[in-house]
């Protein structure tokens, strides 16, 4: 029998107490189905079980191979774990028997051992292969992408999916570098933007911005979140509640414009002859929006950019239903 061995990497978990909170897992939800999209290293999954009873559920996603490897460590039968993205959501749920949940986690970016493991390639700091895929099972890597892709595209992903203004700078020096040799390592990369960025902003590595554009791309990132926002509200039972933990301005925004696009629905004209029972009604609640405290960030500085958003899936009216 073959084994598979993780390599052992300090990981902690952002809001941590915070997002299991936000899930209320008091009473009667205690006993519920819940959803952790985002397994990690666990960190989340383990504390929801401890609090769960007997008779609940919880079902976990993950990518990565070496994150379901510390998953399937885990003999608890209330909790099942699913080699794939929270954006098939539905039908994994669906082919494990679970139609709607009481709760779901999602805990965007990338974890702590995944940017600590040079063989990753998701680092500028310490030389590796240049890989950057979450799920080393399937698709390109960065290195692929980087020697095939044109610079016109080169420079549309840094640009929006990094928010970099060197990106035109930075697409043509790739371009130029991948001509003499292959750029196989991020030591390679980095060195590559470091010599493009005219000015660099305080206390943050040049290559920071490029290097979270590629990730975002090769692994699809957004479009994941936009396809799994979707997934987890019609998961979402009547009194569900839903938590999303965002690491940077592009994710925040996407979660933050869909609750938005379920909590405020445009009424008619008051004036109209209409019912109050056959107006628009909202379909979440905004229940809160949560950053890490000083004390957290000061432990652990990965932190500082996480902001966590909580809603309520609204019941639907009484009076709506038997219309």
């Given at each position: ?208 911005r490029t290097f979270q554009a590629i990730r975002i ?43 938005a696009s379920k909590a405020n629905v ?58």
């Amino acid at each position: 029998m073959t084994t598979t061995t993780v390599p052992e990497f300090q990981h902690r978990t952002v809001l941590l107490d915070e997002a299991v909170d936000a899930l209320a897992l008091a009473g009667a939800r205690a006993d519920g189905v819940f959803v952790d999209g985002t397994f990690g290293r666990g960190g989340h999954s383990r504390l929801i079980l401890s609090k769960l009873g007997a008779k609940a559920r919880l079902v976990a996603f993950d990518k990565d191979p070496q994150a379901i490897a510390t998953a399937e460590q885990i003999n608890d039968p209330r909790f099942t774990i699913v080699h794939d993205s929270f954006a098939t959501m539905r039908e994994s749920l669906a082919a494990n028997g679970v139609d709607q949940v009481d709760g779901i986690l999602l805990d965007l970016g990338i974890s702590s051992p995944q940017v600590d493991d040079a063989a990753r390639g998701f680092s500028f700091r310490n030389d590796g292969p240049l890989d950057m895929r979450m799920d080393t099972t399937r698709g390109m890597s960065a290195a692929e992408w980087l020697a095939t892709e044109n610079e016109q595209t080169l420079e549309k992903v840094i640009k929006e999916y990094g928010e970099e203004r060197f990106a035109f700078q930075i697409a043509k020096a790739i371009v130029a570098r991948r001509a003499v040799e292959p750029i196989s390592t991020t030591r390679q990369l980095a060195g590559i933007v470091a010599g493009a960025v005219k000015t660099r902003e305080k206390g943050k590595d040049p290559a920071t911005r490029t290097f979270q554009a590629i990730r975002i791309f090769i692994n699809k990132e957004l479009e994941d979140l936009e396809v799994g926002l979707t997934q987890a509200y019609a998961s979402l039972a009547p009194g569900g509640i839903i938590a999303i933990i965002s690491f940077h301005s592009l994710e925040d925004r996407m979660v933050k414009r869909f609750f938005a696009s379920k909590a405020n629905v445009e009424q008619p004209d008051r004036r109209l002859p209409i019912r109050a029972v056959d107006l628009p009604q909202p379909e979440l609640k905004l229940l809160a929006k949560i950053k890490p405290s000083d004390a957290e960030v000061d432990v652990n500085p990965r932190a500082r950019s996480a902001v966590m958003r909580v809603a309520r899936r609204l019941p639907i009216p009484v009076d709506a239903e038997a219309a």
